[in-house]
């Protein structure tokens, strides 16, 4: 499961940058570089490769630290904060490792969301530098503002979530 959803993001990664750099030829001299709340561009600059890449180097950083995090918490699920933290302290090793491949998971799912958010914001940043319209298409502004509440439905069923799997836990021991 992990597997695949590291090639998974792995593709989007890809995508996401190699998209990027396909298109370069086709920008024209302005590109879009700010949206306002109603995703009408209110900022322009210079198409450069700096300037154009941008956005897929901070979603490379930022999913690099999301990664990071995981990567942490895999060496070191003990340390950890949870919900229940009592329970959990008290958790043989092994189910600690348990607790911490789930909220890994979650956040390798958070990496897919991150990668999502900023490839249909790089899409949309195309579609506006491309055509005669200065605003987002509605597909990428229901993405860019969706895609957060969902991952914010998501924390907060882990959050529920994870108390319950603690017990369950510790009452197998």
């Known amino acids: 499961m992990r597997r ?3 090639l998974f993001n792995g593709g989007l990664a890809l995508l996401l940058v190699g998209g990027s750099l396909w298109v370069i030829p ?7 570089r700010h949206f306002g709340l109603g995703g009408t561009a209110d900022a322009y600059w210079e ?3 700096l300037h154009w890449m ?3 180097a901070i979603a490379l950083v930022v999913v690099g630290l999301v990664y990071g995090a995981a990567w942490g918490i895999g060496r070191a699920s003990g340390s950890i904060n949870v919900p229940n933290q009592q329970q959990y302290d008290v958790l043989a090793s092994a189910a600690k490792h348990v607790v911490g491949r789930d909220v890994q998971v979650f956040l390798y799912g958070t990496a897919t969301a991150m990668l999502v958010v900023f490839g249909a914001a790089q899409w949309g940043t195309y579609q506006v530098a491309t055509s005669a319209t200065a605003t987002l298409p509605g597909v990428v502004r229901g993405v860019i503002l969706g895609v957060p509440v969902l991952l914010l439905g998501a924390a907060g069923g ?3 979530w994870l108390p319950r799997r603690v017990r369950r836990l510790a009452d197998d021991a």
């Open 26 to 32: 086709r920008l024209p001299a302005r590109i879009p």
């Open 54 to 56: 941008l956005g897929p």
């Open 4 to 6: 695949r959803i590291h």
């Open 158 to 160: 882990l959050a529920w």
């Open 47 to 49: 198409a450069t490769l």
